[in-house]
Nanobody, 122 residues
Framework: QVQPVESGGGLVQAGGSLRLSCAAS????????MGWFRQSPGKEREFVAV????????YYADSAKGRFTISRDNASNTVFLRMNSLKPDDTAVYYC???????????????WGQGTQVTVSS
């Protein structure tokens, strides 16, 4: 089992960039799909991006396409989310999750981090 821990959140101006990291303990990291989700106050948790264990397959939410890039380094048990051209609507707590499937469905992920706050000012 892996346990994700997110880092890299913060305050950024609209149009700026951030890179989130998710370090996951456990020897079987490369066998897990890793997903990023986000949740803002009063809204449900929503899918952002997912990457397969090998890193060869990725999927993005429409809101993330062209602006966000998910990647992973299995040698260091880390997954990244590079976010460019940030908008105030991207403000949320961002969560990293590990699961057996490459999926947008949050309920199919087994392990979740505690989240990192991203705030985009206008």
């Amino acid at each position: 089992q892996v346990q994700p821990v997110e880092s890299g959140g913060g305050l950024v101006q609209a149009g700026g960039s951030l890179r989130l990291s998710c370090a996951a303990s456990g020897r079987t990291f490369s066998s897990y799909a890793m997903g990023w989700f986000r949740q803002s106050p009063g809204k449900e948790r929503e899918f952002v991006a997912v990457i397969s264990g090998s890193g060869r397959t990725t999927y993005y939410a429409d809101s993330a396409k062209g602006r966000f890039t998910i990647s992973r380094d299995n040698a260091s048990n880390t997954v990244f989310l590079r976010m460019n051209s940030l908008k105030p609507d991207d403000t949320a707590v961002y969560y990293c999750a590990a699961g057996p499937l490459v999926t947008r469905l949050a309920e199919l992920y087994d392990r979740w981090g505690q989240g990192t706050q991203v705030t985009v000012s206008s």
